[in-house]
T-cell receptor, first 112, second 111 residues
Framework: DGGITQSPKYLFRKEGQNVTLSCEQNLNHDAMYWYRQDPGQGLRLIYYSQIVNDFQKGDIAEGYSVSREKKESFPLTVTSAQKNPTAFYLC???????????FGSGTRLTVV | GQQVMQIPQYQHVQEGEDFTTYCNSSTTLSNIQWYKQRPGGHPVFLIQLVKSGEVKKQKRLTFQFGEAKKNSSLHITATQTTDVGTYFCAGLSLNDYKLSFGAGTTVTVRA
């Protein structure tokens, strides 16, 4: 079955450590996105990529980095520069047309 | 930048009643999408509206896109316990490919 896989589902890290969240899709979608969700808030865009080897900052990119070396993969690194990293992180992909975004099941990151 | 506002933030509904959630954008949109997120889950795409004044139905759900393409609504009739979750609208701006999400309406249902 096609879909988006995010791993791990839960992640705990100590403050000051960088951490990389995985996002893999087998939908053959060109565009991929990273969103952050905090309680009671909507989804806020961190980074997005329309094509391999190219990506753009979203609304809250500070403290995050990404790469897009393969069409299937769009990992997100939460760096120690991110002041409040504890959140639910969602990866999405999209092919265009009237089909909307397909979301992964998310990674819940807790920094202690 | 573009902002998408959604009201109400919370909706407590008696089973069998109807309710509506509203979405307003500060700018004209290319299209608007609606998603549902069940508790503990991830957003799932429901529908996309593209044309001015467009109305689409999915069983008990009715989606509308305003004439000016700056607002939208989701109306649910005869609410069921399966309708529990958070409903997000998301607007695609005319100028770029970024989707801006509203804060969502979290729906709880009293049996």
């Amino acid at each position: 079955d096609g879909g988006i896989t995010q791993s791990p589902k839960y992640l705990f890290r100590k403050e000051g450590q960088n951490v990389t969240l995985s996002c893999e899709q087998n939908l053959n979608h060109d565009a991929m996105y990273w969103y952050r969700q905090d309680p009671g808030q909507g989804l806020r865009l961190i980074y997005y990529s329309q094509i391999v080897n190219d990506f753009q900052k979203g609304d809250i990119a500070e403290g995050y980095s990404v790469s897009r070396e393969k069409k299937e993969s769009f990992p997100l690194t939460v760096t120690s520069a991110q002041k409040n990293p504890t959140a639910f992180y969602l990866c999405a992909s999209q092919t265009g047309g009237p089909y909307g975004y397909t979301f992964g099941s998310g990674t819940r990151l807790t920094v202690v | 930048g573009q902002q998408v506002m959604q009201i109400p933030q919370y909706q407590h509904v008696q089973e069998g009643e109807d309710f509506t959630t509203y979405c307003n954008s500060s700018t004209t949109l290319s299209n608007i999408q609606w998603y549902k997120q069940r508790p503990g889950g991830h957003p799932v795409f429901l529908i996309q509206l593209v044309k001015s004044g467009e109305v689409k139905k999915q069983k008990r759900l009715t989606f509308q896109f305003g004439e000016a393409k700056k607002n939208s609504s989701l109306h649910i009739t005869a609410t069921q316990t399966t309708d529990v979750g958070t409903y997000f609208c998301a607007g695609l701006s005319l100028n770029d490919y970024k989707l801006s999400f509203g804060a969502g309406t979290t729906v709880t249902v009293r049996a």
